[in-house]
């Protein structure tokens, strides 16, 4: 049976004008360069992106997903920026974020609302009577420094080598995929969920706080990609399906519903004027 969810964005997505800025600020056009890895950094009292897509500069100010932006220009897909900017005095992830969003008014007109539709969703549940299991660990963190709080569960990841938190890593392993969630809530984890499966997915697990999450699942494999190993096509694959992996490894299922989901759509966007 499938089930109903109304889900809304964060306050990220609250229009009005922003009462933070910053107190530099440089936006320089990049050459359309695939080949650099492009970066997105906070510290202190500095924001720093290199060979940033503007489409993602703007999906890390208002928090949503990319799945979840409309009406965006096509060049704002392609088109990659150096931004560079200071605040008065070091700030908290959200209020740089809240800077980034007056950054983008300001230099690139960007105008936006919101709309929201009932759409087919899965919605992330727990299996009945479940506790949680192994890749699945609740932790107590302070993300604007991203430090552990002393009573904390040490998470997936170890001393000294933690990534701040929302960060996703991805490892590809011939044909199993390795993904690791540092200090996300449910929702977030969910959302992310959507990009790999084929409607989006919202948080109906009512599990709060912060979590590290582990998953191993297996890719589909072509013909062309199995013969290169010398497999047949149809070998039986060893590696979890995603649905399988979030049942076995975190006993977490899927179920189909509808959802009220908001996107945030571009009503105005411009080409930034050089510094």
């Given at each position: 049976m499938g089930i109903a969810l109304v889900v809304s964005f964060?306050?990220?997505?609250?229009?009005?004008?922003?009462?933070?800025?910053?107190d530099v600020a440089s936006v320089k056009p990049r050459a359309n360069d695939t080949t650099t890895p492009f970066s997105f950094n906070i510290v202190g009292d500095g924001l720093t992106a290199i060979n940033y897509p503007l489409v993602n500069l703007i999906t890390q100010a208002y928090d949503v997903p990319v799945a979840r932006l409309e009406k965006l220009p096509a060049w704002a897909r392609i088109e990659r920026f150096d931004v560079r900017a200071r605040a008065a005095r070091p700030a908290s992830r959200k209020e740089m974020l809240e800077m980034l969003r007056a950054l983008l008014s300001e230099r690139f007109a960007l105008k936006t609302h919101t709309e929201s539709r009932v759409t087919d969703v899965y919605v992330l549940t727990r299996e009945e009577a479940a506790s949680r299991w192994r890749g699945l660990r609740q932790i107590s963190i302070d993300c604007d420094?991203?430090?552990?709080?002393?009573?904390?569960d040490p998470g997936l990841f170890e001393p000294g080598q933690r990534p701040k938190?929302?960060?996703?890593?991805v490892e590809y392993r011939d044909n199993s995929i390795r993904l690791r969630h540092a200090g996300v809530t449910m929702g977030r984890f969910a959302?992310?969920?959507?990009e790999r499966l084929d409607r989006p997915v919202l948080d109906g697990t009512s599990l709060t706080g912060i979590f590290d999450i582990e998953?191993?699942?297996g890719?589909?494999?072509s013909a062309a990609f199995a013969s290169?190993?010398?497999?047949?096509?149809?070998?039986?694959?060893?590696?979890p399906t995603l649905r399988d992996a979030l049942k076995e490894q975190l006993r977490l299922i899927?179920?189909?519903?509808?959802?009220?989901?908001?996107?945030?759509?571009?009503?105005?966007?411009?080409?930034?004027?050089?510094?």
């Open positions: 964060e306050a990220a997505i609250t229009q009005g004008t922003p009462a933070l800025r910053f420094n991203n430090q552990l709080s002393p009573d904390s938190c929302g960060t996703t890593l959302e992310s969920l959507g998953l191993h699942y890719r589909e494999r290169q190993r010398g497999r047949a096509a149809a070998e039986p694959d060893l590696q899927v179920v189909p519903g509808q959802g009220a989901i908001d996107s945030l759509v571009v009503d105005v966007l411009e080409r930034p004027e050089p510094d």
